[in-house]
């Protein structure tokens, strides 16, 4: 399973950048996907996930970002939309996937994440 993750950048502080993961592979069944963060020192934090149409949202992004997944395409994609952007968003950001994969010793529930995009916000 690959999770590509694109869309990372720098922005300025009260700009925009909209992220895209794609997974792909042995994927039986997804039953969330969503988007972490982790600044230097700090732990990783939820940003957002959606899991059958239900989104949640970590505090801080909660107003400014917005996850959404397209099930009309035939990949297993997420967005996640950040408008505001503040300095203290800055992170990298990886993107998750919970659901049922396809393995050699049948259908296993997993977690699998992306490579991470960085994204950094100036002031």
């Known amino acids: 399973v690959q999770l590509q993750a694109s869309g990372g950048g720098l922005v300025q502080a009260g700009g925009s950048l909209r992220l895209s993961c794609v997974a792909s592979?042995?994927?039986?069944?997804?039953?969330?996907m969503g988007w972490y963060r982790q600044a230097p020192g700090k732990q990783r934090e939820l940003v957002g996930s959606?899991?059958?149409?239900?989104?949640?949202?970590g505090d801080s992004v909660k107003g400014r970002f917005t996850i959404t997944r397209d099930n009309a395409k035939a990949e297993n994609t997420v967005d996640l939309q950040m408008n505001s952007l503040k300095p203290e968003d800055t992170a990298v950001y990886y993107c998750?996937?919970?659901?049922?994969?396809?393995?050699?010793?049948?259908?296993?529930?997993?977690?699998?994440w992306g490579q991470g995009t960085q994204v950094t916000v100036s002031s």
């Open positions: 592979g042995s994927i039986f069944r997804l039953t969330a």
């Open positions: 959606i899991s059958g149409g239900i989104t949640n949202y």
């Open positions: 998750n996937a919970d659901g049922l994969f396809s393995t050699t010793k049948g259908v296993v529930h997993s977690v699998e």
